[in-house]
């Protein structure tokens, strides 16, 4: 099997592609911006798993370089896992300066989207593949503190399931993930519930099953597909009202 | 951020920051103030404990690996169970390990641990080619035995007081097996298991659990495990999650009555003698590395491991004393350890000396502290020391006495800019 990952450098993605190195035997390609990291990575990959992998360097915001990266690709990968992701520790920023929701927007939606549709036609042509997009349980429903980087998820979600409805008869399986919260770099500042974060590692396993099991939507961890059904519940009366 | 260690006591409220590459770290280094290396914070006391701390445990890739030699490259953060489950299937184990694998190599060399084969094989710091060691100013050196050796000694045993380690060569051994030939030994008094590790010198391991609540002829009641590598047995390894301890207990759980009846419980059932019965190396190494958070049964208020080592020439009339003196009080503790160590190594402040080493977790409370400062005394006068990844609160004095070497220690650490950038609450508390 042949796995891309796209944002590699995610601290998830470093637990997935130990999960598909270990499991599968995996062939391995990194593909992020830190090149330093990615190298590194790649060295510690081999060594634990004995599997090949490497590196290039990827940036989803480069949006004209997509097509040029995919077609050097000497072979095509079976599964991509899109893990990048951009979260600023506050919104503030983002409220008050549209670069950077613009590039909240393009790292988690609009970059996925023209990338993953190159890859997809691929898949297609193939009548091969399985993408798998990390997305966020906050896409679910915008809140104060978050909703720039809860609608780029909530865009990202619209678009995967969209996509998995146009190749579920081609062969191609689309999977979305909706992760609650992981102690990751993203989240280090964060002071987040003990109890309902996860360790990227028991997200990779998640993730990993849910792949061998062809399922379309993954909570991870489980109880967050009921914590949202309830915060979906909540009319948006008192929701308006609520500080989650 | 609350941040505390494996005592759970004290609990500061720290600024920390995880790096992942030698700039980032670099950054958190040169800025104004001081800080300290934290790594899977499996020390007891104060030693990694600062108002800014740096986390290595992201810093974990493994660089290499040499499968002829049995030679791995690898930053600081990654941890003795990484180690163990990517090269045991190999044919690969650690040359040195202490009690759990849930520490990081960074913070097995910076104390300089050692295992239950410390009488044959020495401290960590024997198995570690090299190391780089990041310095007050960002700078990076290579530390060996030829190079910037003042620096190897000083760092091996430091307490992360001359800088942050970096990455590190260390040295496999070569195993057949994945599992261990085990020899248990009930001995019914001190002299009996002084007898024993005597007699069972030969093998590469070998530590004995003692009840410190006996006293009289009694007193030293213990049971010897002493083993080697088997060399049949398939070399798979499950580390498996553990089973965790759910919440803190309450206080009054662990008293003079509960550790009698846990001690006896525990003696009895161990076979009286068994030779060479084939264990898995796991719990042979590991036995509490299978329930996390063990150490909420100390309750709340946190606890502390007092370990001392004393001269061999010493040992015996020096142990008989403080176990009795331990019985008196009635402080029992559940893990109490006697381990024979082997030579010094030369190393500014690495803990073990050529004698017997004692080990018990203790609860913290109000009459314990005063109660130590009383077996320092003793300890102090047989010639012995005190371990500092376990200790967070010995005085000045102790720490002078126990380790004579302070002195070189402490100078390189002023003329380096060490001591106003590396610093911990224990190092302040031992103004080194
Ligand atoms: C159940 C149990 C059993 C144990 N058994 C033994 C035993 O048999 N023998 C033994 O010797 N010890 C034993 N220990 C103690 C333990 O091995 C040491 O305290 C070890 O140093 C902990 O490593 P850590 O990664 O958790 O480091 P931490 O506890 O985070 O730090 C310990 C020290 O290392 C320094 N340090 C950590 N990383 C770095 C770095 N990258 N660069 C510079 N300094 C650094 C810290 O500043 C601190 O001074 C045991 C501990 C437990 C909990
Ligand atoms: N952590 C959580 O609590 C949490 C919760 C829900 C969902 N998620 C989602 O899960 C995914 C992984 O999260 P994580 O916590 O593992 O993230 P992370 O450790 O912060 O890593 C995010 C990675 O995204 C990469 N990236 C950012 N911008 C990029 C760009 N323009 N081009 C290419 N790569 C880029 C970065 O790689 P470089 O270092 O190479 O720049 C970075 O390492 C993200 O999509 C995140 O939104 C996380």
């Known amino acids: ?244 | 951020m609350k941040l505390t260690s494996w005592g759970r006591y004290p609990r500061i409220e720290a600024e920390g920051s995880h790096f992942e590459t030698t700039e980032q770290l670099r950054r958190q280094v040169v800025r104004d103030g001081n800080l300290i290396a934290y790594g899977m914070g499996r020390s007891y006391g104060d030693s990694a404990l600062n108002e800014r701390v740096v986390f290595s445990r992201r810093f974990n890739k493994i660089l290499h690996f040499d499968p002829e030699n049995g030679l791995v490259a690898c930053e600081c953060g990654v941890s003795l169970q990484e180690l163990i489950s990517v090269f045991l299937p190999r044919g690969w184990f650690l040359s040195v390990t202490p009690g759990t694998r849930l520490i990081s190599v960074g913070g097995a060399i910076a104390s300089d641990v050692h295992g239950k084969n410390h009488h044959v094989a020495g401290c960590f710091s024997s198995c570690v080619d090299s190391f780089e060691l990041m310095l007050p100013g960002g700078e990076i050196v290579l530390c060996s035995r030829e190079e910037n050796s003042r620096l190897f000694r000083a760092t091996c045993g430091g307490m992360g007081l001359t800088g942050v380690i970096l990455t590190a060569v260390i040295r496999l051994q070569k195993v057949k097996s994945a599992y261990i030939r085990e020899t248990v030994k009930r001995c019914r008094n001190l002299e009996e298991i002084f007898h024993c590790f005597e007699q069972y010198q030969k093998l590469p391991y070998s530590v004995a659990w003692i009840d410190c609540l006996e006293s009289g002829d009694q007193v030293g009641r213990s049971v010897l495990m002493a083993g080697d590598h088997a060399d049949t047995g398939s070399l798979d390894i499950d580390l498996h999650q553990p089973v965790s301890v759910p919440f803190d207990f309450p206080g009054f759980c662990l008293n003079r009555y509960s550790v009698k009846l846990f001690n006896r419980f525990y003696y009895h059932t161990r076979p009286a003698s068994v030779e060479k019965r084939l264990v898995p190396l796991d719990p042979f190494f590991y036995p509490l590395d299978s329930i996390g958070h063990w150490n909420r049964i100390y309750g709340k208020g946190g606890f502390t491991q007092y370990q001392l080592v004393l001269p061999k020439s010493a040992s015996y009339e020096g142990l008989k004393l403080i176990l009795n003196r331990i019985a008196k009080q009635g402080l029992g503790s559940f893990l109490a350890v006697l381990k024979l160590c082997g030579p010094e190594n030369g190393n500014d402040l690495s803990f073990p000396m050529e004698g017997y080493s004692l080990a018990l977790d203790l609860k913290i409370e109000k009459k314990l502290f005063p109660f130590l400062d009383e077996l320092d005394r003793m300890v102090i006068d047989y010639g012995g020391r005190l371990y500092l990844t376990k200790d967070v609160r010995m005085s000045k004095a102790v720490f002078r006495k126990g380790y004579p070497q302070w002195e070189t220690f402490a100078e390189l650490r002023e003329t380096m800019g060490m001591k106003e950038k590396f610093t911990s609450l224990q190092s302040r508390r031992l103004e080194v």
């Not at chain 1, 590699?8 to 330093?36: C, P, Q, T």
């Not at chain 1, 798998?132 to 995967?160: D, H, M, P, T």
Request: net charge positive; charged share 25%; glycine share 8%.
């Open chain 1, 1 to 244: 099997m042949n796995l891309l990952i796209l944002g590699a450098n995610s601290d998830v993605a470093y637990a997935v592609a130990g999960a598909f190195a270990g499991h599968e035997k995996a062939s391995i390609l990194l593909a992020s911006r830190n090149m330093e990291l990615l190298e590194k990575k790649v060295q510690d990959l081999t060594i634990r798993y004995g599997v090949e992998v490497s590196c290039c360097r990827f940036d989803v915001t480069d949006f004209e370089s997509h097509a040029s990266f995919y077609a050097s690709l000497a072979t095509k990968p079976d599964v991509v896992v899109y893990s990048a992701g951009y979260m600023p520790a506050t919104q503030e920023e983002a409220q008050k300066n549209y670069k950077e929701a613009l590039k909240i927007l393009a790292v988690n939606f609009s970059g996925a989207a023209a990338m993953l549709e190159v890859i997809a036609a691929d898949f297609e042509r193939r009548g091969h593949g399985t993408i798998i997009g990390i997305s966020s349980v906050a896409g679910e429903r915008g809140r104060q503190s978050n909703y720039i980087y809860g609608s780029s998820k909530a865009a990202f979600n619209a678009y995967l399931s969209g996509m998995r409805n146009r190749l579920c008869r081609r062969g191609v399986h689309v999977m979305t993930v909706l992760p609650g919260f992981i102690h990751t770099k993203m989240t280090e500042g964060l002071d987040l519930p003990g109890l309902l974060t996860a360790k990227p590692e028991e997200v990779a396993e998640d993730i990993y099953r849910a792949f061998r099991k062809k399922k379309d939507i993954l909570y991870t961890k489980w109880f967050w597909r009921w914590i949202m059904a309830v915060i979906k519940g909540i009319p948006e009366m008192v929701f308006k009202r609520m500080s989650l």
